[in-house]
């Protein structure tokens, strides 16, 4: 019974890592294509130093490979925590959002990024990963 709540919860591990990788990749890629320009820009806008989209670029894009292979794990989940933390509040500072909306900006789907960032940094990468093979998990 151990041995296979094991074998689930590695498996279950991947799969987490890689759709929150690369859900975060999927919001980093525009910018790297882009430069992060715009993303600057509407930062700017919010009155926001625009430099911090270039910083949004690398852990979105470049966090999200590291999760996928399972590299730096905790280290990476950690910084998306803060910086979903921070999404949070700009959204409700700056935007004025709700948690839930249909037509205006919300948050929900930061607080829910938060929490998986939050759980994989506690639990760390599973098995199947740079991180363990490396002695880090």
């Known amino acids: 019974?151990?041995?296979?709540?094991?074998i689930i919860l590695t498996a279950w591990l991947l799969i987490y890592r890689v759709a929150l990788g690369g859900t975060m990749m999927l919001h980093g890629y525009p910018k790297v294509k882009?430069?992060?320009?715009?993303?600057g820009q509407w930062m700017k806008s919010m009155g926001i130093p625009s430099w911090?989209?270039?910083?949004?670029?690398?852990?979105?894009?470049?966090?999200?490979?590291?999760?996928i292979t399972g590299l730096l794990t905790r280290i990476i989940s950690a910084?998306?925590?803060?910086?979903?933390?921070?999404?949070?509040?700009?959204?409700?500072?700056?935007m004025k959002a709700s948690y839930v909306a249909m037509d205006k900006p919300s948050y929900e789907v930061d607080v829910l990024y938060l929490i998986l960032a939050v759980t994989?940094?506690?639990i760390g990468p599973g098995a199947i990963s740079i991180?363990?093979?490396i002695g880090l998990a």
């Not at 911090?52 to 999760?67: D, K, P, Q, R, V």
Request: proline share 0%; glycine share 6%; aromatic share 12%.
């Open 79 to 94: 910084f998306i925590a803060v910086f979903m933390f921070s999404n949070i509040i700009m959204k409700k500072t700056k």
């Open 52 to 67: 911090t989209a270039s910083l949004a670029m690398i852990l979105e894009f470049f966090g999200g490979i590291l999760l």
């Open 120 to 122: 994989l940094a506690i």
């Open 131 to 133: 991180d363990h093979l």
């Open 1 to 6: 019974m151990i041995e296979t709540y094991a």
């Open 34 to 39: 882009d430069g992060a320009k715009q993303a």
